[in-house]
């Protein structure tokens, strides 16, 4: 059959549940008979080096079935606090609930059904059985946690010299150094069907409005995915415009950042193994400032930074397409000394001004992304090489003009003053639409390409809330205090 | 910034700049010397020929407070017989592709002459027509949220005209009216700047989407009245820099006004291409509001969901495009037959309809 649909082959994947229902009735109990349970173990386990078991008698003669993965649980206590009380113990140990007055340990609880046995365990939990007793779980994981250490990648001047690591909960705890209120609020999700990833939604109550929280309350309890292993994927699913190019969401790895979100009424996501935290909704003005901001002693310093930052932006985003649109369309509109020292320039360069410029943005952003992955100090040797090459070199060689150079070097400098990586990766994707407008018609393209790019911008809502605001929908208020805060 | 305060509806400021945003953009670039009977006294023109909107707004302000509805195309559905609904929405329906047609025949023309000499009228138009027909797509909250944030940044560009007043080429001596006709000259004569204001329209199917709170008509009257101060403003500028007899040789006054006053006085030379670029999204968000506009009346006409609403536009569109390309580059469009439809279709049919729907009873509450 000439239009026949080719069938397609899936490769079959087992979903954790289906796994599980292989071997075992996830919603059964546990068996209380050690072979049997040690046999289910193992063949839930097997090939898996850092499973660990041990099986051994009490004074009184009851057996004992121990099993965990290695790697995840605290060992001293379950030495001193499980193992040496256990094997102390010369009475018989009827029920489960006799542990509460053998163990040692803080927390432990009964065992329910399979499912959530395996669950603890990989959770860092300890599976002890005692023959003829309900098996117990036994509360000793230990996550492999460093310390809390100086941010990485938001470097600041005045701010403060912490960052959050890779455990959602000591990062909530963190925030509740920063905020010592109770109407801080934490709720905590499971994200993943498989990875089972902890999250933790942290908001200030009477600062949030209800309706966020509440919305990202529901994409959070509704996310049915497998796996949830990066904050990208999550920023992805709570995004309405998710394959729109500018983010719906900002991350911060600064506990000032994110509590100064948090009295913004802002909601905070935590998700485990992401030293970042999520923040919104957020707004197309709060990319362009920082928690730092605030730490001016003058507040005049505050303003003219972000007025900085906001022309910076206008001139990191266009300034390639209006030379574009200038040299190769419109060169009447600048004063004719300049056009003369331009046409000079150009006089001995082969490429259209459009190739150069393309050309130029090109190298550029292949220099920043090779340098971003180096370690330091090849990266400084990167930047040194390329601009070397993008610059003098590529100038003497007659490949771009000097006053290209100047251009993108401004351009780069200047799209690097916002604060936000993600905006910035935004806004140099836009360079390269704009330069392609400028292209093809000039000054005419360059315009309708802001026009269009400015209703892009308007459609886009985070959680909600215009990205706009509060140019549009319009609060003069906050628009003022955006450029000088309120005392 | 907090975000405790954010509106969730169109609002004052919303209606405002959609009323300015609506009406400014075409009246502003070939002001003030194009009108059909010229005479000397062109601003004052400008000034009496708002007060047939003046009275629009009036009644319109009566018929919603006296059927307690700001839907009034509803109102008028509801209160008349289909025969006279229907060739009347059908009738509106035209007149705004007829708008949009010379809107962007306008666009292509000044862009040809100051911006893209050496490119063909099709691609001017064409490109225009795909970036708005895009832009449709994106629904009238974003395109109000644009338009809203494109007033702001055109604040500046007011200033600015303001502080031409105090350039050294303007001559106060030029400002005074010349009367050479009689008052009916006169008046007849401000018909013609009438129909600059005719974007007011398009507020009849925005007005259903306002909060409920919001103060319609002050916000209506005030937004008009700055449409008629930069009008006014406009003229006035022009008028004192060139003098009459000049004026009239001018395709866009404004734009030679910026390029003789700002020449050497910044870092680009020809700041006069620099302004159009804010006549270029001004006429950006005129087509937009007036394809929009379009598009709500095609749906009191045919009922679609919303989700078809790319049918209408794509349609339009193309319309649109195979009719302003299909007509020569450099036409002498005449106005009149376009003022006249222009003056009928926003000022003489609505406040008949408004008058009539005055003179009906309420309708019921089952209605």
Aim: hydrophobic residues 50%.
């Amino acid at each position: 059959m000439l239009f026949k649909k080719k069938q397609r082959l899936d490769p079959i994947t087992l979903s954790f549940d289906e796994y599980l229902a292989s071997i075992v009735n996830p919603e059964e109990r546990l068996p209380v008979n050690i072979e049997i349970l040690k046999g289910l173990m193992q063949s839930i386990f097997s090939e898996s080096y850092d499973f660990a078991e041990r099986l051994f008698k009490l004074p009184n003669g009851q057996k004992a079935y121990l099993c965990y993965l290695s790697g995840l649980i605290n060992k001293t206590d379950l030495e001193d606090n499980v193992l040496k009380t256990l094997l102390k113990r010369e009475k018989d140990i009827y029920v489960s609930d006799d542990f509460g007055s053998i163990l040692t340990i803080t927390n432990y609880k009964n065992s329910t059904i399979w499912k959530e046995v395996i669950d603890q365990i990989l959770s860092g939990n300890v599976l002890l059985l005692v023959e003829g007793v309900q098996p117990v779980i036994l509360l000793l994981a230990n996550k492999n946690l460093r310390n809390v250490a100086d941010p990485t990648t938001e470097y600041q001047v005045y701010g403060a010299k912490i960052g959050f690591i890779e455990d959602s909960r000591t990062n909530v705890s963190i925030m509740r150094q920063f905020i010592k209120d109770p109407r801080l609020r934490s709720k905590e999700y499971e994200l993943g069907k498989e990875s089972k990833t902890h999250a933790s939604l942290v908001y200030l109550e009477q600062y949030a409005e209800d309706e966020a929280v509440e919305t990202i309350d529901s994409y959070l309890k509704t996310f049915d995915k497998d796996h949830m292993l990066s904050l990208g994927q999550l920023t992805k699913y709570v995004s309405r415009h998710p394959y729109s190019i500018f983010p719906q969401a900002s991350k911060t790895e600064r506990p000032d950042h994110a509590a100064y979100a948090l009295t913004q009424g802002k909601v905070v996501l935590f998700v485990d193994n992401s030293t970042f935290c999520l923040q919104a909704p957020i707004t197309f003005m709060d990319m362009l400032e920082t928690s730092e901001d605030h730490s001016f002693l003058v507040t005049w310093n505050l303003t003219f930074i972000r007025l900085i930052r906001l022309v910076s932006l206008l001139v990191g985003s266009a300034l390639p397409a209006l030379y574009v649109a200038l040299v190769a369309f419109q060169p009447e509109l600048i004063p004719t000394t300049l056009t003369i020292n331009v046409a000079q320039s150009r006089a001995q360069i082969p490429l259209p001004a459009t190739a150069e410029a393309f050309l130029m943005l090109f190298a550029l952003d292949v220099l920043v992304e090779a340098s971003i992955r180096l370690p330091s100090f090849v990266g400084q040797t990167i930047g040194i090489v390329g601009g070397l090459v993008i610059g003098t070199a590529a100038v003497e060689a007659g490949i771009v003009s000097n006053v290209m150079v100047i251009v993108i070097a401004f351009t780069a400098v200047a799209i690097f003053t916002l604060p936000n990586w993600e905006f910035v990766s935004s806004w140099r994707i836009v360079r390269y639409a704009f330069v392609t407008s400028a292209a093809v018609l000039g000054l005419y393209g360059l315009v309708m390409a802001i026009a269009f790019l400015a209703l892009h911008i308007a459609k886009l809502d985070s959680l909600n809330r215009s990205y706009l605001y509060p140019l549009s929908p319009f609060d003069g208020k906050q628009l003022r205090n955006f450029f000088k805060p309120a005392r | 910034m907090k975000l405790q305060t954010e509106k969730k509806d169109f609002g004052n400021i919303e209606l405002f700049v959609f009323i300015y945003c609506s009406t400014i953009a075409l009246g502003i670039i070939f002001l003030p010397y194009i009108s059909a009977e010229e005479i000397r006294s062109a601003w004052l023109k400008v000034m009496v020929g708002v007060i047939p909107y003046l009275i629009f707004l009036f009644l319109l302000n009566k018929v919603i407070r006296k059927h307690n509805d700001r839907d009034v195309l509803k109102v008028l559905k509801d209160l008349s017989f289909n025969w006279l609904y229907y060739p009347v929405m059908i009738y509106l329906l035209l007149s705004t592709i007829y708008s949009i047609f010379w809107g962007i025949k306008s666009l292509a023309i000044v862009i040809q002459t100051y911006l893209l000499q050496n490119t063909q009228q099709w691609v001017v138009i064409v490109t225009f027509l795909i970036f708005v027909g895009i832009s449709l797509m994106y629904g009238i909250t974003a395109i109000t949220r644009l338009i809203v944030l494109m007033f702001i940044c055109e604040i500046g560009v007011i200033a600015s005209l303001v502080a031409l007043l105090f350039s050294q080429d303007f001559r106060w001596i030029y400002i005074p009216p010349v009367f050479t006709v009689d008052v009916f000259t006169f008046l007849k004569s401000s018909i013609s700047e009438t129909t600059r204001y005719a974007g007011l329209i398009t507020i009849l199917t925005f007005l259903p989407l306002v909060k409920k709170e919001t103060k319609i008509i002050k916000t209506s009257y005030m937004s008009l009245l700055l449409i008629m101060i930069m009008f006014t403003l406009v003229s006035i500028l022009t008028l004192g820099t060139f003098g009459f007899e000049q004026t009239l040789t001018l395709l866009s006054p404004i734009t030679a006004l910026i390029q003789t006053t700002y020449a050497e006085m910044t870092l680009f030379e020809r700041l006069d291409l620099f302004f159009l670029t804010i006549w270029i999204w001004a006429l950006y968000k005129a087509a937009l509001i007036y394809f929009w506009f379009a598009i709500s009346i095609t749906k009191r006409i045919i009922p679609f969901q919303k989700k078809k609403e790319w049918i209408p536009i794509t349609i339009y569109v193309v319309i649109i495009m195979i009719v302003t390309v299909a007509t020569p580059s450099f036409v002498n469009l005449s106005w009149e037959p376009y003022n006249i439809n222009l003056l009928i279709s926003t000022i003489v049919l609505p406040i008949l309809l408004f008058t009539y729907m005055l003179l009906r009873k309420k309708r019921s509450v089952k209605e």
